[in-house]
């Protein structure tokens, strides 16, 4: 039994250890601020270990994961909406103040999508991400917000549609985009 | 910058990919904290625990009348189906404000830590649900079902736990539709660290609930030391009470007890024994 427990805890360790960067990486999009991002991860894969026992038996263990991270990301959202909206100090991140230099424009661009992405509505944002980054098909990505199809149609379209309306990426692309 | 910045440049969707794939580059990805996970999982896995015993408990007490939901108050809720309630407020009911007791408190490397329980009244329609969600939300509380109106009905309690000037962390909590009535020797607990860092010596703080009529609960740590909680009056000593079975404010059906492991050890078991 010990011997068990021991090797579902190393099957649970490498599957966090291979996933934990694009986890990281879509609780970014997700939150817009890294150390919320650590959090909604962490949070997220202790649910997941406590029930690794029938998820690591599952045929697609990622699904199950996302839908949790999306649950918790709606979860956290509805309790403090604006903490985690706007790019903090201590985030890494640069500000949208617009600058002429070359160095800086990368990071502008970069801030001006992450401050336009928290702008969304929690739904659009888990919408957009889960499509365009997570490269998700509707039905999973419908799967992993607990919604109908429809739903993440809409809320995909009007998340696109308004960072289509942020000028500074619509020419960032148009220019050929960043290296 | 250009100066055609009037939407004339469409993005297409492989661009807001590009985009986003740029964007999440910048976060830092440090070392997965496999450990720190697998602590906080079995940490979850002890509260559901906690959780279902409870749930258990109710199930066997009360099979018929769960069927019936949204009833809240005492007796059984088929009798009450077609009695009107009395026009309680639900600020009279708690619903928007908890009912708050101190569970403990105490002094660990000179900051003072605190254990409270807060229980919050069933409500009775989706608005009072809504309402109770947000109030809760305000306080940082997060209740155990994620939609407000999976609330309404039910009673909801949460233990938290506070430490030095660190927001307060619930560890125990719970939505129902009937408390559940503790007997005999029943004993609920869930541990928890005493501040926001991990122990190797484990969790520290043993909280749980107990019968009414429980005398003693004796708290048994990893080093073979155990601690004594009385019910009855709390003992002050230092203006810091001694660990005591309580009465919580909102919750008549089991009385609460907290003790804390001495340093260097953790929680093992804890056991009503009079």
Redesign the interface.
């Known amino acids: 039994m010990g011997d068990r427990k021991q090797a579902r805890d190393e099957e649970f360790q490498s599957f966090m250890t291979g996933r934990w960067p694009r986890l990281m990486r879509t609780a970014f999009l997700l939150t817009g601020e890294q150390h919320a991002a650590e959090d909604l991860v962490q949070s997220t894969l202790e649910q997941v270990y406590v029930n690794w026992r029938r998820v690591g038996s599952a045929d697609d263990p990622e699904a199950y994961v996302r839908r949790v991270m999306i649950n918790a990301h709606a979860r956290r959202h509805r309790r403090r909406l604006k903490e985690f909206l706007a790019p903090r100090d201590d985030s890494g991140l640069a500000h949208e103040v617009p600058d002429t230099g070359d160095r800086i424009a990368q990071a502008d661009d970069r801030s001006a999508l992450l401050k336009a992405l928290a702008q969304l509505p929690a739904r659009q944002r888990e919408a957009v991400v889960l499509r365009y980054w997570e490269d998700l098909t509707e039905t999973q990505a419908a799967e992993a917000m607990g919604c109908s199809v429809g739903t993440v149609k809409s809320n995909a379209a009007k998340g696109i549609a308004k960072l289509r309306a942020v000028e500074g990426l619509a020419e960032t692309v148009t220019q050929g985009g960043r290296k | ?2 100066a ?4 004339n ?5 492989t ?16 070392a ?3 450990q ?3 602590r ?6 002890a509260r ?1 625990w906690a959780v279902a015993s409870a749930t258990a408990l109710v199930v066997a007490g009360t099979t018929g009348a769960l069927a019936v939901t949204g009833l809240p108050g005492g007796g059984h809720a088929d009798r009450q189906a077609n009695v009107a309630n009395p026009p309680a407020s639900p600020e009279a009911r708690h619903v928007y404000e908890p009912q708050e007791t101190e569970l403990s408190r105490g002094m660990f490397k000179g900051k003072p830590w605190y254990v409270d329980m807060q229980v919050w009244g069933a409500p009775r329609n989706e608005d009072e649900a809504a309402r109770q ?1 947000d109030a809760m ?1 305000a306080r ?1 509380i ?1 209740p155990v079902d ?1 939609k407000p109106a999976a609330l309404i009905g039910k009673t909801s309690y949460f233990v938290t736990r506070k430490y030095g000037s660190q927001r307060p962390r619930q560890f125990l909590f719970d939505s129902r539709q009937k408390l559940e009535r503790l007997s005999g020797r029943d004993l609920q607990f869930a541990t928890n660290p005493l501040d926001d860092t991990s122990d190797p010596h484990g969790d520290r703080v043993a909280v749980g609930a107990v019968a009414k009529t429980a005398r003693e609960v004796t708290c048994f740590w990893k080093d073979g030391t155990t601690t004594l909680v009385k019910r009855g009056p709390v003992v002050y000593e230092h203006n810091l009470p001694k660990p005591a079975i309580v009465p919580v404010a909102g919750y008549p059906t089991a009385n609460w007890f907290v003790c804390v492991a001495p340093e260097r050890t953790g929680a093992k078991t804890a056991e009503v024994t009079k």
């Open positions: 910058m250009s055609d910045r009037n939407g440049h469409d993005m297409s969707q661009d807001i990919a590009f985009l986003l794939a740029d964007a999440a580059d910048e976060v830092e990805i440090g997965a904290p496999v720190a996970v697998i906080g999982g079995r940490r979850r896995r559901r969600y939300a940082g997060e994620d």
